[in-house]
């Protein structure tokens, strides 16, 4: 069974930081393109970064400079650094996968939701102000 598991949100104050995590299991993904989204109440989900495994990265523009997002091929693990928070970034965060060919020769459609086929249940993060 596919699953995409996250971790490490949590409450914390803003300028602060946290790293959430997502695991995979199932299958490698070390091919696929890896994705985090967020949705805070009454909003509409909203990419934040993906990681293509050809070594490229796209940020959504609130958090760029800010975020970071990483992958551990041999953990089958990919991660978000997330610095300098604020509390707009408050939402749900979620974890994604998507096809090898999804952001290699164009960042298009990485933003995408729907072009991401797993997904993980989500994290909360909460910043207070």
């Known amino acids: 069974q596919v699953q995409l598991v996250e971790s490490g949100g949590g409450l914390v104050q803003a300028g602060g930081s946290l790293r959430l995590s997502c695991a995979a299991s199932?299958?490698?993904?070390?091919?696929?393109?890896m994705g985090w989204f967020r949705q805070a109440p009454r909003k509409e989900r909203e990419f934040v970064a993906a990681s293509i495994w050809i070594g490229v990265t796209y940020y959504g523009d609130s958090v760029k400079g800010r975020f970071t997002i990483s992958r551990d091929n041999a953990k089958n693990t990919v991660y978000l650094e997330m610095s300098g928070l604020r509390p707009e970034d408050t939402a749900v965060y979620y974890c994604?996968?998507?096809?090898?060919?999804?952001?290699?020769?164009?960042?298009?459609?990485?933003?995408?939701?729907?072009?991401?086929?797993?997904w993980g249940q989500g994290t909360q993060v909460t910043v207070s102000s």
């Open positions: 199932g299958r490698t993904f070390s091919r696929d393109t």
């Open positions: 994604a996968a998507g096809p090898s060919s999804l952001g290699v020769s164009s960042g298009q459609y990485v933003r995408d939701a729907s072009r991401y086929g797993t």
